[in-house]
């Protein structure tokens, strides 16, 4: 028996992308993550231009309402940013992770994307591992806690394994957030939102 060796393709994405996914997350690709990390970005304004049917995202060291707070991967092989709420207010579908060229303005400090213009193939796997950082509630992120009880409410009573699987929510968060009584209780293996 000969065996051939197999040679597998990489890919050495160099065009910055920035993609919307199901879960109400703005991703950065490796190209794009290393230029906002190089230059410092931490905070970021989310701005929308209707007619023209753009979004940016600009930086900025405001401590501002409006802001949104940048989370890198380790490593900085990506960014993300929970912005539910602003993917809502643009319209974008739900039930679909879409990814878009990017294209960095670096006096202006801001990444435009023109959303009639998807790319086919997104370069940002749709499912990644969740910075470690807990979102508060404050610029309208969700904390874990009411991940799940969105989840229970959307799919009603499941298992601590289902809820882990579809929020990506490590055991040891997922056994935390499941021990807060006066929300969530088990019957029969399966978790329930306290009426």
């Known amino acids: 028996m000969s065996y051939e060796i197999y040679n597998r393709d990489i890919i050495r994405v160099k065009t910055p992308v920035i993609t919307l996914n199901k879960r109400g997350r703005i991703l950065f690709n490796v190209a794009a993550t290393k230029v906002l990390h190089e230059v410092g970005v931490e905070i970021v304004f989310l701005m929308w231009d209707k007619d023209a ?3 940016a995202v600009r930086a900025t060291n405001k401590k501002d309402t409006r802001a949104f707070n940048l989370r ?3 490593g900085n092989k990506w960014a993300a940013i929970s912005a539910k709420g602003f993917l809502n207010h643009i319209g974008h579908n739900k039930d ?3 990814s878009y060229q990017a294209t960095w303005d670096k006096d202006q400090m801001t990444f435009e994307v023109s959303t009639d213009r998807p790319q086919q193939h997104s370069p940002v796997p749709t499912k990644q ?3 470690t950082q807990q979102s508060t509630t404050g610029n309208g992120h969700y ?3 009411q991940e799940v009880v969105n989840f229970l409410r959307e799919h009603g009573p499941a298992t601590k394994g289902e809820i882990m699987a579809k929020l ?3 055991t040891g968060t997922v056994a935390y957030v499941m021990n807060q009584r006066d929300t969530f209780v088990n019957r029969e293996g399966r978790w329930h939102l306290v009426s």
């Open 129 to 131: 591992p969740q910075p």
């Open 53 to 55: 049917r753009k979004f």
């Open 143 to 145: 904390t874990r806690k």
């Open 72 to 74: 890198y991967s380790s």
């Open 96 to 98: 679909k992770t879409v």
């Open 168 to 170: 990506h929510i490590p």
